[in-house]
């Protein structure tokens, strides 16, 4: 009996590849699974924010660029700070199915320790005016990679989690992991105004209206924090056999009609959040000349990281449906209050009002990302639990496994879908009125406020959540 208690015992130790998970059996949850679930979600959210920040890294260099002698031109800053939504977008489609397939522990250090490269080419580029647009838009396109790592981060902590806490477990994660926008909106403009790194970062480039600054520390200042993550998550975390599934396992995700249902609603949610993240600096420079963008674009996407995790834990309280029609109303009536503000004709806006609805609709944004990702675990078992109700303990524990594997691809697939707003939303800022883009997304809203209440929250629903 010793042996066999050292042997489970150390199964779970960190490190190791744990073979059996049974997070939805209280004795097992109170004397083992809570405890290595919560070192798994610690080490995943700075890992997480860290690969934001990179992500997100380029929004706050580009707008430099000019400053110290690049002599690019504002389509092609636009181009630099949109790349990395494409590659983000594009990356977690891929992420999405190789983290189970790779195992989350390996590939959480192993996609974390790579964003040490773009990070490091970033910070020698940008000593040079020379260099040419091509490199950078290639490191732009590196740097995206960053925002890839939701998509298999997400969809691994939710393994570990019973039912009941999975909403605040991913509010966790991918709220705190979002703040990683808000830190490099923050420090970075901060960092380069002096040379805190030293001789072996480079010296200061002169900016051309004179004073130095020291660009390659808004790049430089992270690969530290990222090779320690790496080590972190290598040694303590844990790859969970149950959560291994090979792509043929996972495709068939695309034949299930809630994963496109749900990708819509969190389009609606998180793609605002990125999006808004990635174009409120440039709305503030261009829509408000007198306002410095530095000093207030970061605080709409902190709020909207912070009631992220708020949102999850509402949801386990209230139910993820509820929580996710609030969202859509609030960040409706948020925007219409942005509309109101915004300078239209000769009527020079008011830009306290802009702001605060603004602001509004990254908390409503935040409350609806934690809830759309509490949603989706809870509608794939109550689905496989009701196809396996009467069939005895072998298959309820089948349809456990299944709904696990296939809520994770989902959560990861709905990820990648939405990271395009990083890239769209700005778009269409740049190519469209502000008011006519704005009227738009409040439009959306209504057609994903008209879903989720059909599907997820009307008495009678088919799929309550």
Known sequence: MTVTTSRRKDSYRPGSTIGEWHPEDPAFWQSTGSKVAARNLWVSVPA????????????????????????????QKFWLTAIPGLTGGIGRLFY????????ERRWTAFSTIILVGPLLWLGFAVQHPSTPYWVMAVIAA???????????????????YPKQMKGNANGING????????????????????????????????????????LQNSAFLWIPLLVIMALLAWFLMNDLKVAAAPFSQQKIIFRRKHNWLMTVLYVGTFGSFIGFASALPNLINNTFTSYSATTYAWVGPFLGAMFRWAGGWISDKVGGARCTIISFIGMAASLIVVINAVPSGGDKGNFWTFYIGFLCAFIFSGIGNGSTFRQIPVIFL??????????????????QHQAEMESGAVIGFSAAIAAFGFFFIPAMFASFAVTASLWVFVGYYALCLGVCWWFYARPGAEAPS
């Open 142 to 160: 590196l740097c995206g990679i960053g925002g890839a790592n939701f998509s298999s981060s997400m969809a691994n902590i939710g393994f570990f």
């Open 96 to 103: 999405t199915f190789i983290g189970p397939v790779a195992g």
């Open 382 to 399: 109550n689905q496989h639990r009701a196809a396996a109700a009467g069939r005895g303990e072998a298959a309820l524990a089948e349809a």
């Open 175 to 214: 709220g705190l992991g979002n703040l990683g926008v808000s830190v490099v909106q923050l420090l970075a403009p901060l960092v380069i105004t002096a040379g805190i790194l030293g001789a072996p970062a480079g010296g200061p480039q002169h900016k051309k209206a004179g004073g130095d600054v020291w």
């Open 48 to 75: 997480l924010m860290l690969a934001f920040v990179v992500w997100q890294v380029w929004s706050v260099t580009v707008v430099q660029l000019s400053k110290v002698g690049f002599t690019f031109s504002e389509s």
